[in-house]
């Protein structure tokens, strides 16, 4: 059932009405009522599946099916608050919805015709009536372009991805633009690559496009492999609209010269991967994949592969060659996969995030995308908030927002009325931006002059309760594990690495240690092969510039600050609050604690585990670690 | 990671092995097969014992040392079976700074297992996973196809319990 470009034309015209009334809060007179549940990864966790058959239950029984729509669709960024369920066109907001609470929302909701406003997020209902949520602290400083349909459509169906001007910038290239001119409208609109490298995309698609010219076959691959722990802005463009993807290849296809394309996912996304191959499978059903695109000579086609669980995959030539049905080890570079990639042909390499840009500004012109940011680092950023924050989950950022913008404001703040300490960005290769950086815009440039890096976009924030040698140790032990073992310096050195930093929380480290994983950090970064090994140091690094009292006193001290280091862990009784109850020696199972009734208790050191048990049994609050 | 041969001895059945010939037929000539053929026997077998290398090593042509060199690279690849309720705790660094290493040392404690084994009993298998993307969740672990999220050490006990 191919599609010319009229048909297409004809279903955005069709749908593309009821589609964007969900975007904003409107009143409610004569439309039909929407009702978009999330069907991400984190609220299907939470049983959003079961949700949307409720609702199709209820609104049967009811009788009102002709009245209402109900739509599966991605993410809405505010992970903390799902399930989430919105109903359009007053744009209420139920947040944590429970399968038990459908029943009343229909009923008032959607027969009575009146918002059930007791499981709204609290913050949209105020007294002069519910407000937008686009208006609410998370959402008003954002700004959604990559993130622009997750939400919005019902990412299992190509027609409304057609609404919202899908597939409408695929046309407009291959129709009326040549290939050079839309390598630099890319150049003009300063994209750069935003699975952490920062390179920019319109240079690395020149360069495909001309440095072999006249290769027999050229390949576009796409890094969905999103190893970084703490990120999942990739997985929610993946699992949210799979086809602003599958868009920007063909067009990046178009571009340099090429006919295939490949998504590389890592395994452990399985809604991600049915969506893709939803979506893949609907593109060539109208012809937008497959040949003669469009009635033109243009042939495109995209084929998933899968990761099998190695960050290094996500690095480009270790991803290639993993495709190519090998162990995932990277290679020397030059040749660059620009020259020589997949299968030893031109190939390049971008990022989901890097390609859900592309389409908007192939639509939009490259002056619209480079008005948004900073001088450098143009556009918005896609950032996965985690950690010890209250509001959780994905945004979408212009470049130049501050930490302070990210954190307080959208991300409502540390939980517990706890301190900031730190906000780790780059995962594994990336630093620490502590509390006097807070007002620190982000951009690429910024972030690696404090000697942090923007990486794929994890965010994950610490409190005054985390420790920073023991983040450091956390990081290493992950790229221990990662490491492929192809290079001695990356091989070895995290080894030796990750052992000082294990001594020092151990409380055996010196001060010497110190200055030797210093060393070994700079060696280690000048000469491993690829960037893991390259950024593998980056944690200690940072922790150590900014954080180097923490090490100092986990050395000097033998303590640790921030109570998380066992060894370190010092477990006394107050003997003002101790009422004497014995209940704490009776719980502990080292036999540590002496005393008798109604006499302060002492915690004997040598005998003290640390497990913590007195702790929790203490209902005085007289016992603490320090 | 799998890097340890498994001891218990393989059971495979000749089902099991006809749709294993079949997923390499359908495979075998295409460039940069030997990843989906992998993963799809892996789907069929439950894990990639030494027995299931060979005949796919037989049937494609590549040196058994290059099938188990790329088998025992990768995490997802097991060498030995999984136990009939698979725990997997997410330790990706959201999870991580809200406390999963304390639950998954206080699984390792009550399943009397490491992390990679499997419970004599075949019925509980423990290992680490690195971020699952539900980070809104954290932390987080999994049985099987169950997520359950927002977990303190305390919950441990009632989520074993359900398997009982």
């Given at each position: 059932m191919k599609k010319s470009l009229e048909e297409l034309n004809a279903i955005r015209d069709?749908?593309?009405?009821?589609?964007?009334?969900?975007?904003?809060?409107?009143?409610?007179?004569?439309?039909?009522?929407?009702?978009?549940?999330?069907?991400?990864?984190?609220?299907?966790?939470?049983?959003?599946?079961?949700?949307?058959?409720?609702?199709?239950?209820e609104i049967e029984k009811n009788g009102i099916s002709d009245k209402v729509d109900v739509i599966k669709t991605g993410?809405?960024?505010?992970?903390?608050?799902?399930?989430?369920?919105?109903?359009?066109?007053?744009?209420?907001?139920?947040?944590?919805?429970?399968?038990?609470?459908?029943?009343?929302?229909?009923?008032?909701?959607?027969?009575?015709?009146?918002?059930?406003?007791?499981?709204?997020?609290?913050?949209?209902?105020?007294?002069?009536?519910?407000?937008?949520?686009?208006?609410?602290?998370?959402?008003?400083?954002?700004?959604?372009?990559?993130?622009?349909?997750?939400?919005?459509?019902?990412?299992?169906?190509?027609?409304?991805?057609?609404?919202?001007?899908?597939?409408?910038?695929?046309?407009?290239?291959?129709?009326?633009?040549?290939?050079?001119?839309?390598?630099?409208?890319?150049?003009?609109?300063?994209?750069?690559?935003?699975?952490?490298?920062?390179?920019?995309?319109?240079?690395?698609?020149?360069?495909?496009?001309?440095?072999?010219?006249?290769?027999?076959?050229?390949?576009?691959?796409?890094?969905?492999?999103?190893g970084d722990p703490g990120a999942f802005m990739d997985r929610s463009v993946l699992e949210g609209d799979p086809h602003v993807v599958l868009e920007a290849m063909a067009i990046a296809g178009y571009a340099i010269g090429a006919n295939q394309g490949y998504i590389y996912v890592r395994a452990e996304y399985p809604i991600a991967i049915h969506r893709l191959e939803i979506a893949i499978g609907q593109a060539r059903e109208y012809g937008i994949l497959g040949k003669g695109i469009f009635g033109t000579d243009f042939d495109f086609d995209i084929e998933l592969r899968l990761g099998a669980g190695a960050f290094v995959c996500g690095e480009e030539t270790a991803l290639m060659t993993s495709i190519e049905g090998n162990r995932g080890e990277p290679r020397p570079r030059p040749p660059f996969p620009a020259e020589k990639g997949l299968y030893g042909k031109p190939t390049i390499l971008n990022n989901v995030e890097t390609y859900a840009n592309v389409p908007r500004i192939i639509l939009n012109g490259a002056e619209w995308f480079s008005a948004m940011g900073t001088e450098k680092s143009k556009g918005t950023k896609v950032f996965a908030l985690g950690g010890k924050i209250n509001n959780t989950g994905l945004v979408e950022v212009p470049m130049g927002t501050t930490l302070r913008e990210v954190v307080e404001e959208i991300?409502?703040?540390?939980?517990?009325?706890?301190?900031?300490?730190?906000?780790?960005?780059?995962?594994?290769?990336?630093?620490?931006?502590?509390?006097?950086?807070?007002?620190?815009?982000?951009?690429?440039?910024?972030?690696?002059?404090?000697?942090?890096?923007?990486?794929?976009?994890?965010?994950?924030?610490?409190?005054?309760?985390?420790?920073?040698?023991d983040i450091a140790k956390f990081f290493l032990e992950f790229t221990v594990d990662e490491s492929c073992g192809k290079c001695t310096p990356c091989r070895v050195g995290t080894k030796r690495l990750l052992e000082i930093l294990d001594k020092i929380t151990r409380g055996q480290g010196t001060l010497e240690d110190i200055d030797k994983m210093e060393e070994l950090c700079y060696y280690i970064k000048a000469n491993s092969l690829c960037g893991l090994g390259q950024t593998a140091p980056n944690p200690v690094l940072s922790t150590l510039k900014f954080f180097r009292d923490e090490y100092v006193a986990h050395v000097v001290d033998k303590r640790c600050p921030a109570g998380v280091c066992k060894k370190l862990l010092s477990f006394e009784i107050d003997p003002d609050k101790c009422k004497g109850?014995?209940?704490?020696?009776?719980?502990?199972?080292?036999?540590?604690?002496?005393?008798?009734?109604?006499?302060?208790?002492?915690?004997?050191?040598?005998?003290?585990?640390?497990?913590g048990a007195c702790i929790e049994k203490c209902k005085f609050g007289a016992i603490s670690k320090k | 990671m799998g890097s340890t041969i498994s001891s218990i001895p393989f059971a495979g059945t000749?089902?099991?092995?006809?749709?294993?010939?079949?997923?390499?037929?359908?495979?075998?000539?295409?460039?940069?097969?030997?990843?989906?053929?992998?993963?799809?026997?892996?789907?069929?077998?439950?894990?990639?014992p030494i027995e299931v290398q060979k005949i796919?090593?037989?049937?494609?042509?590549?040196?058994?040392?290059?099938?188990?060199?790329?088998?025992?690279?990768?995490?997802?690849?097991?060498?030995?079976?999984?136990?009939?309720?698979?725990?997997?705790?997410?330790?990706?660094?959201?999870c991580y700074v809200k406390g999963s290493g304390d639950i998954y040392n206080k699984l390792i404690e009550k399943l009397g297992i490491d992390g990679g084994g499997c419970t004599p009993d075949g019925k509980f298998s423990l290992e680490a996973c690195r971020c699952i993307g539900a980070c809104g969740l954290a932390p987080v672990l999994t049985v099987n196809d169950d997520v359950y999220g927002r977990l303190t050490v305390d919950d441990i006990d009632d989520i074993l319990a359900k398997y009982n």
């Open positions: 069709k749908i593309k009405g009821q589609v964007e009334v969900r975007r904003e809060s409107s009143d409610s007179a004569d439309k039909k009522y929407q009702v978009l549940v999330c069907g991400g990864t984190g609220c299907t966790s939470s049983g959003s599946a079961k949700i949307i058959e409720k609702l199709n239950e993410c809405f960024g505010l992970c903390a608050l799902g399930p989430i369920m919105i109903v359009y066109p007053e744009g209420a907001f139920y947040s944590m919805v429970k399968e038990e609470e459908i029943p009343e929302i229909v009923r008032e909701h959607l027969v009575n015709g009146h918002v059930d406003t007791k499981y709204l997020y609290k913050e949209t209902v105020t007294n002069e009536g519910i407000k937008s949520l686009n208006e609410t602290n998370f959402y008003k400083k954002q700004h959604r372009v990559a993130l622009r349909n997750c939400g919005v459509i019902n990412p299992e169906n190509i027609d409304e991805y057609i609404g919202t001007d899908g597939y409408q910038a695929l046309a407009k290239v291959i129709t009326e633009m040549k290939p050079e001119d839309v390598i630099q409208t890319i150049l003009d609109s300063g994209l750069r690559g935003r699975g952490g490298g920062g390179f920019p995309t319109g240079m690395k698609w020149k360069l495909a496009r001309n440095i072999v010219p006249n290769a027999d076959q050229k390949y576009v691959c796409c890094n969905a492999d999103e991300g409502g703040g540390i939980p517990h009325g706890k301190k900031f300490k730190a906000a780790q960005t780059g995962g594994p290769s990336g630093g620490c931006i502590p509390a006097e950086h807070f007002d620190i815009p982000i951009d690429y440039d910024n972030l690696i002059a404090i000697g942090s890096m923007m990486g794929s976009g994890g965010l994950i924030v610490m409190d005054e309760d985390n420790c920073m040698v109850c014995t209940a704490c020696a009776r719980v502990c199972p080292a036999g540590a604690i002496e005393g008798s009734v109604k006499t302060p208790h002492v915690i004997n050191k040598d005998k003290c585990l640390k497990c | 000749p089902e099991q092995e006809k749709k294993l010939r079949a997923v390499i037929d359908s495979h075998k000539n295409e460039k940069g097969c030997l990843m989906p053929i992998l993963q799809q026997a892996q789907e069929i077998y439950g894990y990639l796919i090593a037989a049937e494609t042509g590549y040196p058994l040392e290059k099938i188990y060199g790329v088998v025992t690279f990768y995490a997802q690849f097991a060498l030995n079976p999984k136990g009939q309720y698979k725990i997997s705790v997410c330790l990706g660094t959201a």
